[in-house]
Structure formats: C-alpha cells, structure tokens
Nanobody
Framework: QVQLVESGGGLVQPGGSLRLSCAAS????????MGWYRQPPGKQRELVAR???????NYADSVKGRFTISRDGAKSTVYLQMNDLKPEDTAVYYC?????????????????WGQGTQVAVSS
C-alpha cells in the first residue's frame, strides 16, 4: 500500500505564509520526482513546483520568488514553503510522486497523487 499524506493547508491573509508537507510511505523501491500541483475552482490542474531526486527544481512563473520546494534527507517527504501569498493562490494543492514499485515481473514506474489540501488566501 502506497500513501501520500498531505498537511499544512488552511486559510491565510494576503501576504502571509503557509508550509505544505507531503510524506510518501509504502512498499516503494525508489522515489524519483516529487512535486506540487494546484487546481483553482473551475480551472485545470497546473504545476506549481517540482523537485528531482538530485535536488533540481522548477517552478511555475506565477510562484517564482515566493514559493520554495524542498525534500528531506531520505527524499520521502516534500515541502512547499509559500510566502507572500496572493488571493490567486487559492486552490486545492495536490502532492505528486513519481515512484518505482516492484512486482514479480520487475520494476515499474507509477505516478501517485495525494488527496489534496485546500489553501485559501483571503482578507
């Protein structure tokens, strides 16, 4: 059983900060990329930030300079530090992990999604 457990969402005022966490667990051979996506109401899901197992990162233009993605030493937990939050950041935020799993036939890649956590930025 593989799980991605997200935490840290909530309501914050414009200009405030939140820190999202996502922990991967289960029978995982390895974890490649991890990242955060978001989906505002009525819009498509979009990439927020992504980090590879080697520590390379990329960000959506709308969050560059405000958000920072990182991973712990074991690379099983990904964080998103969100600063200077704006009302347009309001969305459901989803954790994503590119996993390598194993069965009798060999290893295979699988993209796994968390259930999402709500972030609301409002006065």
């Amino acid at each position: 059983q593989v799980q991605l457990v997200e935490s840290g969402g909530g309501l914050v005022q414009p200009g405030g900060s939140l820190r999202l966490s996502c922990a991967a667990s289960g029978s995982i051979v390895s974890i490649n990329d991890m990242g955060w996506y978001r989906q505002p109401p009525g819009k498509q899901r979009e990439l927020v930030a992504r980090i590879t197992s080697g520590g390379y990162t990329n960000y959506a233009d709308s969050v560059k300079g405000r958000f920072t993605i990182s991973r712990d030493g074991a690379k099983s937990t990904v964080y998103l530090q969100m600063n200077d939050l704006k009302p347009e950041d309001t969305a459901v935020y989803y954790c994503y992990a590119d996993l390598v799993l194993r069965n009798d036939a060999g290893d295979f890649q699988y993209g796994y999604w968390g259930q999402g956590t709500q972030v609301a930025v409002s006065s």
